[in-house]
């Protein structure tokens, strides 16, 4: 089965920036998407089919997706950007979203 | 305001059944793909299974394949997912989602609350 790999974690010093990657197979082929999580809350979307933001999202948020990686970069890192951040792909009709990195801002 | 709200979870033993509801409003729920996707408690994001827009297709994780169906009521505006032979490691959140889907993949871009199912003796 497809897998998607995913550092469990990532910490940057506030307003740097962020860079969390998202590994599979000829990932790059596909489409990724990226979800933000705080604890106890329900996921969000911050970018989809590779590099699109939805209404709402900051632009320090941007998405790339080549080879066999996609990333997910945060420009001018905030506190509030400290969560859980998932990727996801599709294989044939499967969703699959990477184990998640925790992004702390310190 | 979109909204999607779910309900039905709670504690059930191992092998029993469970069905869980989402209601949607504030959307067109009759043009949308819709998804479940479960969390276990202090675990990662985990797809489980989608619908099409008239609920004539459905695909689904391999781990519940043949245990959990999922259905829809466009009249009612409402998703469902059937569980059945729960198991332990079926225990997590379970939300319910919008889906945008392409011919080759999804994104997610409206969640719920989600909703807590705990199977255990």
Known sequence: SYELTQPPSVS???GQTASITCSG????DKYASWYQQKPGQSPVLVIYQDTKRPSGIPDRFSGSNSGNTATLTI???QAMDEADYYCLAWDISAGVFGGGTKLTVL | EVRLVESGGGLVQPGGSLRLS?????IPFSSNWMHWVRQAPGKGLVWVSRINTDGSSADYADSVKGRFTISRDNAKNTLYLQMNSLRAED???YYCARGHCSSTSCHFDCWGQGTLVTVSS
């Open chain 1, 12 to 14: 940057v010093s506030p």
């Open chain 1, 25 to 28: 197979d000829k990932l790059g």
């Open chain 1, 75 to 77: 420009s001018g890192t």
């Open chain 2, 22 to 26: 989402c209601a949607a409003s504030g």
């Open chain 2, 91 to 93: 225990t997590a959140v």
